[in-house]
């Protein structure tokens, strides 16, 4: 009986020396694991410094392109405001220039209306007929009708007729 104890004691014995073996290969396989995870997170670690660094330096870059965008359009709304006011300044001329054109002309009229009106009927009349029809009616527009009728008197009818019928509308 004293066998069966040392026999257990023996097996038992190995059974413990396998796992130890057993255990020791594990101790070593999780170093070596261990070493390659430290590896790995030391290589992921100077990616996210790199990253890191990438985009501190893309936000700096966004930043000053930003700052140079907004000079830029600033620089073109003076621009535009600039180029507003000038077209003011050139429609405020026009408009002048238009209005001094439109007093030239009504004086221009008046001083040829005039003209007429010191003319004897069959010579105004003579002259009115050889001109354009709109010329001609812009000038009986601007005399007295009295003047008008008696000019018209002496021209020929069919070309009173026509001035008389624009005179009309």
Known sequence: MKILPIFFFLTLSLSALQTSDKLFECTEIFKERKS?????????????????????????????????????????????????????????????????????????????????????????????SDMKIEDAVKILQSLKPKIVGKIMMKMDPQKASKMTEILSR
Do not use: Y
């Open 36 to 128: 390659e995870l430290l590896v790995e997170l030391e290589r992921i670690d100077e990616q996210k410094q790199a990253l890191s660094a990438l985009k501190t330096a893309t936000e700096n870059l966004l930043k000053k392109k930003e700052a140079k965008l907004k000079e830029q359009e600033k620089r073109v709304e003076e621009k535009l405001q600039k180029l507003d006011a000038q077209k003011k300044a050139i429609e405020e001329l026009t408009a002048k220039n238009e209005q001094a054109l439109k007093e030239l002309k009504e004086l221009k009229m008046d001083r040829v209306a005039q003209t007429f009106a010191k003319m004897k009927p069959a010579s105004a009349a003579n002259i009115l």
